[in-house]
């Protein structure tokens, strides 16, 4: 387990902590859980990978009509110890309007839905590599096809 401090700063359980920083020097927080809440607090569930995926099926790009999912829009998903989705995520074009939409649409599928899986959203909008058919899946492409496009 890692726990990061400083952006160039990485601890690990087996380290050990500098002269400069001890038990006796350290602030102590007068807000954080005593050794025996912390341990007797009931975990809390995280949402797996797959249920976010499954749940981002409900984001539909705006201009085709096809889920954000089937269409290869999303690159990357990672959920934190605090239960906030990080998606890596692009657009059919850099000039996109719609951001927004897709925003609202999957803050709504993710956070504020009836099955809430997170408690915050962040999208994170990456252009590299660019988005091409190529990206599609085969159940993205048989819903163009069904709506009159040839790919």
Sequence with gaps: MTD??????????DAALPESVTASSAPADADAPSEQQRLTAPPVDKATIDDIEEAMRDVVDP?????????????GI??????????????TSAACPLTDVIEDQARTALVDG??????????????????????????????????????
């Excluded at 201009?63 to 269409?71: A, R, T």
């Design 114 to 151: 009836p099955d809430s899986l997170v408690s915050d959203l962040v999208i994170n909008w990456v252009w590299m590599p660019p988005w091409g058919p190529d990206k599609i899946t085969e159940d993205g492409r048989d819903q163009l096809r069904a709506l009159g496009f040839n790919v």
């Design 78 to 91: 990672t959920v934190s110890d605090e239960h906030v989705v990080t998606l890596d995520m692009t657009l």
């Design 4 to 13: 990061r401090t400083a952006p160039d700063t990485v601890l690990t359980e």
């Design 63 to 75: 201009e085709l009509g096809i889920n954000v999912v089937d269409l290869g829009l999303v690159y």
